[in-house]
């Protein structure tokens, strides 16, 4: 008796043990973002407060109509001196169906220098101009490098300094031609939003000049007033309502800032 029940334990014991075990699989699912863009053409309304210290805040009101799901919002004509780490955006007309997910500045803007060091190991196209012929002729042209001047390699050979010019086939997706910030927002409704974005910039301040005219006895005057804008924040805001600060502006602080 004490042998079958070994031998049954045994058995018992062989078939857990030989038993499948449950495959785990986690089934990735790829989210595909929609792709929505605004310009200064879709504005309904900006204001924008200038303080005299070189700092201006903007708050740029537009119609945009999003997708249902997440999608990558590109919103163009913003400053170039604007200060990322300020930027908020809300829905005005349904601010609980709009969730912001993500949040980046795409400042590497489109010149001459970034393009050529976007194109590095890729072709490109040379032209000059034919001295018997006046006509224009190329030749295809991989860009080795661009440090100090572009170096191509043609066929088998390798030079720098082409006299002619050089063309791209298209601008890569990384580069921007204006300053833009993109949001992946996730949007459960289909009727447009009214969006506003706010941010703080550089590269904007007013001052202003006073004329005092006296009469000939000098016992009445008249004042005029005069505010001078300067505008190097890289935008314009045409129409804007306008409001003037006077003063310092308190600003966080680096903690080295504080130290005698």
């Given at each position: 008796?004490r ?9 018992v ?20 973002h ?9 504005q ?17 009101e ?16 913003v ?12 829905s ?11 949040q ?29 012929t006046?006509?224009?002729?190329f030749?295809?042209a991989t ?5 100090g ?23 890569p ?63 314009s ?24």
């Open positions: 008796m042998t079958n029940h070994f031998v049954l334990i045994l058995a014991i062989l078939t857990v043990i030989v038993s499948p075990l449950p495959v785990l699989s986690e089934e990735k699912k790829e989210v595909k929609g792709v929505a863009s605004s310009t200064v053409d879709d309904t309304n900006i204001a924008l407060t200038i303080y005299n210290v070189n700092l201006g805040l903007i708050k740029d537009r119609q945009v109509r999003l997708p249902k799901g997440i999608t990558d919002l590109r919103f163009m004509d400053a170039s001196q604007i200060i990322p780490a300020s930027v908020h955006i809300k005005t007309t349904n601010p609980e169906s709009l969730q912001v997910l993500e980046n500045y795409e400042y590497d803007l489109l010149n001459p220098q970034k393009l050529l060091d976007k194109y590095v190991g890729k072709d490109v196209k040379l032209y000059t101009k034919n001295a018997y006046e006509r224009e002729e030749v295809t860009l080795l490098s661009n440090n001047q572009p170096v191509f390699k043609i066929g088998n050979d390798i030079t720098f300094g082409h006299p002619g010019r050089i063309i791209f086939p298209g601008v997706e990384n580069l921007n031609a204006k300053p833009t910030l993109v949001w992946t927002l996730q949007n459960s409704v289909t009727s447009p939003h009214r969006i506003e974005a706010s941010y703080l910039s550089n590269g904007i301040t007013w001052r202003s000049d006073y004329v005092v005219t006296l009469n000939e006895k000098d016992d009445k005057a008249d004042l005029s007033g005069w505010v001078t804008i300067d505008n190097h924040s890289g935008a805001y045409k129409n804007a309502t306008l409001k003037l600060v006077a003063g310092d502006v308190n600003r966080v602080k680096d903690e080295s800032d504080y130290k005698v």
